[in-house]
């Protein structure tokens, strides 16, 4: 079964610094990978995703994920964080495109400070 | 707004009781998930339907059950409710563009269960 590790429960970073959340996986055979935000009181929404190809991928709000399989990791980053970017930060894994039976990661949790 | 709706935002009931969680899907989206959202448990997928039929189904609880109905809504039927079901469930519609599925989250409702 496949499984997800954000190994980071909570990240503070000032406003305008970069930022890289982390996230690793364990899936024995290609996966499918999403990284989710989610904000106060709010549903998750879809950062980005990888399904195959270039391994750096590009996403909405200014983020972007690089897959590195020898690794086993999807790590999200983004060179200068906005206030507007605090918010919990789900990783996630498919084994297949379709992303509603992924399993999730707990969360990183960012604060920005001003 | 992703166009999800879920009502109600709060729900706040008693153990042994049972409550139904209502989601209307973006229009047009045949699919439904259904996920629980805890402090312990993480973010968990439990039960997906597309077009009235159940399709598939995660970590979901005898005591739980969900239903699809003709205009596509969906409710989650929570019975002998325990201390530990107080989460926050999160419905989801889909889009697929060819073998690529989108997820759009509602809001949520927050169950508490005293």
């Known amino acids: 079964a496949q499984s997800v590790t954000q190994p980071d429960i909570h990240i503070t970073v000032s406003e305008g610094a970069s930022l890289e959340l982390r996230c690793n996986y364990s899936?024995?055979?290609?996966?499918?990978l999403f990284w989710y935000v989610q904000s106060p009181g709010q549903g998750l929404q879809l950062l980005l995703k990888y399904f195959s190809g270039d391994t750096l991928v590009q996403g909405i709000k200014g983020f972007e994920a690089e897959f590195k399989r020898s690794q086993s990791s999807f790590n999200l980053r983004k060179p200068s964080v906005h206030w507007s970017d605090a918010a919990e930060y789900f990783c996630?894994?498919?084994?297949?495109?379709?992303?509603?039976?992924?399993?999730f990661g707990d969360g990183t949790t960012l604060t920005v400070k001003p | 707004d992703s166009g999800v709706t879920q009502t109600p935002k709060h729900l706040i009931t008693a153990t042994g009781q049972r409550v139904t969680l209502r989601c209307s899907p973006r229009s047009g989206d045949l699919s439904v998930y259904w996920y629980q959202q805890s402090l312990d448990q993480g973010l968990q997928f439990l039960i997906q339907y597309y077009n009235g039929e159940e399709r598939a189904k995660g970590n979901i609880l005898e005591r739980f059950s969900a239903q699809q109905f003709p205009d596509l809504h969906s409710e989650l039927n929570l019975s002998s409710l325990e201390l530990g079901d107080s989460a926050l469930y999160f419905c989801a519609s889909s889009v697929t563009t060819g073998s690529n599925e989108k997820l759009f989250f509602g809001s949520g409702t927050q169950l508490s269960v005293l």
């Open positions: 899936y024995g055979a290609t996966p499918y």
């Open positions: 996630a894994v498919a084994y297949n495109t379709n992303a509603g039976k992924s399993t």
